[in-house]
Structure formats: structure tokens, C-alpha cells
């Protein structure tokens, strides 16, 4: 006789009922405890339920390739899990063959791509399903298969690390056209000419009273973006300024954007490095450096083309020796915020920009924040809620596999980042961080680049050690240039936005999602930026 059954559970999940057919009066009633049990709990109960039958899908298959046993999918668990709950030995349901065939090196075994080996996993299954191998045909298919993919893949980003490369270290054709247009303009038009600033403003270069930012870049679009956030978000930009440090070849052009398009009442400064008296060679030990600096690494890192033709190196290494050919890396705008106590001897204090940042708020506050005889202030990398970009310490940086390193520092101290930086240079005349600097360049060199990744806050990191103030993660939101995952909101919500990495918001391959908050500082209409067809999107 069949008796059907019915199961109540109460809404609380405090008791479950089981009633029997019609015709019993009785009941069983269990119940499942005084602890109330949560939704959550039952979810992840389902969710462990669920695991366990792909589990016994894996071990079942296992069972049928092997070929030895043939049972059911309850029954095949049973006998796998039945003698560990009973406290007996369970011998390996793996076939040996398998861990054989894997372990084997590549070129250990015959592995040739062909028609034959299969393109993806679907095709493998399907492969299996259908002949039903032994256990050594099913490790060396496998095996084809995942080697061919990761070829594939390692090829792939390759490529795209290089494709990267070319488009982040070339000059795009409408910024070289912006350069060319107001160069031209520079020699025709006497208001492309001004001074900057005006004679009656230079006594504000050197007063203590205005809020003094500095930016050095040879990128005119990039400068203008950075100038016009600032003093649009500014609450007194008549107290701003703001000293343009830039190249010689791209002096007149920069002066050009600055003389048509004044940001008043902020006072803007444009001059070259050729305007510095005492950057010369004999002076600035930085020049030699670079200078030896660029022999070491043509010869220790190669062309592109040899790079990527290496068939040995993991791509994240073959990124970075593509990242060393990048100009900007043996550029004196790269290391000239080293130099600020010498560019500007009468300030006390400054704010240093980098020109892929993007001020979205007033930056007086700066002002007001107590340094406690601290040199830098800075934003620290190595705590919030974003693990891959505020996740960086020391051993980020610095090899610790080098002696040297590993003498005087600490893998695990938090590192901090350049590109919104306060500078105390009262305080900073007072130390050898310069010298510092100096000092562990020469000895980079003499260790073959071997004493850090590239790029100059490994040095900065070295010569500032001892002398930074962390100041709130609100004033710097990093890692909008190399990753995509940065909403919207987050990142409106900071003060400054920081486009570091290769995806630059002036570039194709920046991330579209996040450029609006770069071009939204950007005339369209204004003629140069028409007639070199550099648009919003």
C-alpha cells in the first residue's frame, strides 16, 4: 500500500512537519531547533549541496574513464566517501597514468597541434563522451588541449602588451597637430606671445600668501585640463597659482594655449627647462644619470621586436621590459619635482600635479593640513577597499632579492603615490633627500637596473623614506588609466582622479567609461581643438 506524505515547513524555519496519508491520526513533528535559522544558512546550505554533486559528476567520471568500475552516481559517492566516514584508508581513485602524463615537461611528450586536438572544452568533452578513452589518452588530449591554449593566450597578451605600448609611447597625430597649430600661431601673433604672467602679477610668483601648484609637462592638451579643473573648482582662484614647467620644443606652444586662453583671475606661469640658469649638466646630477642610464638599458633591454620575440619570459615580464622603452621614463620632466627646493627657492610650500590628474574639488584645504615636519604629503597605497590598486607596499617596488635592498628596508612598509603631492620645502632644505636620490640612481645603475621596477617613485619611494605624511585617501584616486572597474560615482566623489597607466583619457585606448570625466574640461569648440579633430569620443 502507498501512503502519500506532506511536508510543512513554518515560516520561521523553526519546525519542519511531516503528515501522513489519510486515515492516520497521528503526526510526526520535528523540530529543528530553539536557534532560528537564517535565509542566509539555507542558502549557503544549496549552495554546498550543489558543490557536492558537481564533486560526484567529477569522481564518477573519473570511475568511467578509468574503465574499472561502473555504478551509479549516488552509489560511485557512497563507496568513495563511505570508507573516510568509517575511518578506513581510501586508496587514490586517480589512475597514476594521469599524474604521470601531466607532470611530464612539454617537450617531454609528443604534443602537436593539429586537427585532432581539441579548441575548447566543448570539444573536449564531446571527444571524451563520444570514444571513451583510456586513462593515458584522455591525460595526453587533455594536456594538447590546455598547452595549445596557453600558447594562444600567451601570445595574445603579448601582443596587446605591445599594441599598448606603441599606442601609449607614440603622440597621437591630433596632439601633434595641436603643437604644430600653436607653434605656428606663436610666430605669427604677438597675443600668442604674452608674458605669463603679466609684470604686475610676477610679485605673486614668489608670495606665500597664494596657493603655488606646479606642474611639469610637455603635453599642452593634457596641461590645459589639468589648469582648468583646478581653478573651475577653485573657491578663490584669484589666490591660485599655478607654475607650467615644460620642455623647449614645446615652450612656444604652451605659451601659445596660455596667452589665448587666460584662466583669470588665477595667475598662470609657463617657462622652460632651458630657463633654469643652473640646469646644466655640471650641476644636475640627474642629466649624467639619465644620460648613462639610457646606454644601460638599450643594451640590457633590447628593441620591442626582440623583446617579444622571447619564447621563455612570462608576458608580465615582457610588459615591463616594453614599459622601459618608454620615453617619459628617461625624460628630465620625469625626475624634475627631485628639484623643486633649487626651481623655487623662495616658496615655502607647494602642491605637485602630475598632468593625467584631474582636480575635482578646492584645493586650499591642502593648506591647512599639519605636515609634523614631514616633507611629502601623499595619499598611501597600500590600504582601502580596492585590493589591486591600494594594495601596494615596498616589495611592490623595490627588489628585495637584491642585498642592498634587503638591508634597508622593509618589504612590507606602505607605499604612497606622486601625482597630487604636498611638498613642505622649508622642511625639505633641511634633509639629504635630494642627495638621497642621487645616490640610489648611481647605485641602480651599478646594479644593472636590478634595484627596482621602473619609472621614479621606486627612487622616491627610497629617498622620501622616514620623511612622509600620509593625508586622507580622499585627496587621490588612483588607477584610472590601467584598470575599468572604477564607477562613476566612486570616482566623482574624490578630489583629485588620477589617470595613471598606459589607458590615458586623451588616448583610443582609454576606458570610455571614465573619459567623460577628463573631457568635461575640454573646449570643443575651440578652433585649434576643431581643426586638429580631437573630439569627445
Not at 604629503?377 to 617596488?397: I, L, N, W
Not at 628596508?409 to 633627500?433: K, S, V
Request: overall charge neutral; proline content about 5%; hydrophobic content about 40%.
Amino acid at each position: 500500500m502507498k501512503h502519500s506524505m506532506q511536508l510543512l515547513i513554518s515560516p520561521s524555519l523553526r519546525h519542519v512537519t511531516v503528515l501522513p496519508a489519510k486515515g492516520f491520526k497521528e503526526f510526526m513533528k520535528v523540530k529543528v531547533g530553539s536557534r532560528r535559522l537564517s535565509y542566509l544558512m539555507v542558502f549557503y546550505s544549496l549552495l554546498l549541496f550543489t558543490f557536492l554533486l558537481r564533486f560526484v559528476f567529477v569522481l564518477t567520471a573519473v570511475d568511467t574513464i578509468d574503465g574499472e568500475r561502473k555504478c551509479s552516481t549516488l552509489g560511485c559517492l557512497g563507496r568513495k566517501i563511505g570508507p573516510r566516514i568509517l575511518g578506513r584508508q581510501l586508496e587514490s581513485t586517480v589512475p597514476e597514468v594521469i599524474y604521470q602524463v601531466l607532470e611530464e615537461p612539454p617537450d617531454q611528450i609528443e604534443i602537436e597541434e593539429g586537427p585532432d586536438t581539441p579548441q575548447s572544452l566543448e570539444e573536449f568533452m564531446e571527444e571524451m563522451k563520444d570514444t571513451n578513452p583510456d586513462a593515458e589518452t584522455f591525460a595526453v588530449k587533455l594536456k594538447a588541449m590546455v598547452t595549445l591554449l596557453e600558447q594562444r593566450t600567451r601570445t595574445a597578451k603579448i601582443q596587446e602588451y605591445l599594441y599598448r605600448h606603441v599606442a601609449s609611447s607614440g603622440i597621437p597625430k591630433q596632439l601633434h597637430c595641436l603643437d604644430l597649430k600653436l607653434a605656428h600661431e606663436h610666430s605669427i601673433n604677438a597675443n600668442a606671445r604674452l608674458q605669463l604672467p603679466s609684470a604686475e602679477l610676477v610679485p605673486a610668483l614668489v608670495d606665500n600668501s597664494y596657493f603655488h601648484f606646479v606642474l611639469a609637462s610637455d603635453n599642452i592638451l593634457a596641461a590645459s585640463v589639468v589648469a582648468s579643473s583646478l581653478v573651475q573648482n577653485s573657491f578663490r582662484p584669484e589666490k591660485v597659482v599655478l607654475h607650467i614647467i615644460t620642455d623647449s620644443k614645446t615652450f612656444s606652444p604652451m605659451q601659445a594655449w596660455f596667452s589665448l586662453h587666460p584662466l583669470t583671475p588665477a595667475i598662470i606661469e609657463v617657462k622652460g627647462l632651458n630657463h633654469f640658469d643652473w640646469l646644466t649638466k655640471g650641476k644636475v646630477p640627474v642629466l649624467e644619470v639619465m644620460e648613462k642610464d639610457q646606454k644601460a638599458r638599450s643594451q640590457f633591454r633590447g628593441g620591442s621586436s626582440a623583446i617579444v620575440a622571447n619564447t621563455t619570459e612570462k608576458p608580465h615580464v615582457i610588459a615591463a621590459k616594453l614599459q622601459a622603452l618608454s620615453p617619459k621614463y628617461n625624460s628630465l620632466m620625469n625626475h624634475i619635482r627631485i628639484y623643486l627646493p633649487e626651481l623655487f627657492p623662495s616658496l615655502d610650500k607647494v602642491v605637485f600635479l602630475d598632468d593625467d590628474i584631474v582636480v575635482q574639488t578646492d584645493l586650499s584645504s591642502l593648506w591647512d593640513i599639519d605636515m609634523n615636519g614631514k616633507v611629502n604629503g601623499a595619499v598611501e597605497t597600500c590600504r582601502g577597499e580596492d585590493k589591486f590598486v591600494m594594495a601596494k607596499r615596498f616589495k611592490s617596488y623595490l627588489n628585495f632579492s637584491h642585498p642592498l635592498i634587503l638591508k634597508n628596508f622593509d618589504p612590507n612598509e606602505c607605499a604612497w603615490a606622486y601625482g597630487m603631492n604636498i611638498f613642505d620645502l622649508e622642511a625639505w632644505r633641511e634633509t639629504n633627500i635630494s642627495e638621497a636620490y642621487h645616490y640610489w640612481l648611481e647605485q641602480n645603475l651599478k646594479s644593472d637596473l636590478s634595484l627596482w621596477q621602473l619609472g621614479t617613485l621606486p627612487p622616491g619611494l627610497i629617498a622620501f623614506h622616514g620623511h612622509v605624511h600620509a593625508i586622507d585617501p580622499f585627496w587621490h584616486m588612483l588607477g584610472l588609466g590601467y584598470q575599468d572597474n572604477t564607477s562613476i560615482t566612486d570616482a566623482q566623489s574624490a578630489g583629485v582622479i588620477h589617470f595613471n597607466g598606459r589607458a590615458k583619457p586623451w588616448l583610443d585606448i582609454g576606458f570610455p567609461q571614465l573619459r567623460s570625466l577628463w573631457t568635461k574640461y575640454v573646449n570643443f569648440s575651440d578652433k585649434f581643438i576643431k581643426t586638429c579633430h580631437i573630439r569627445e569620443t
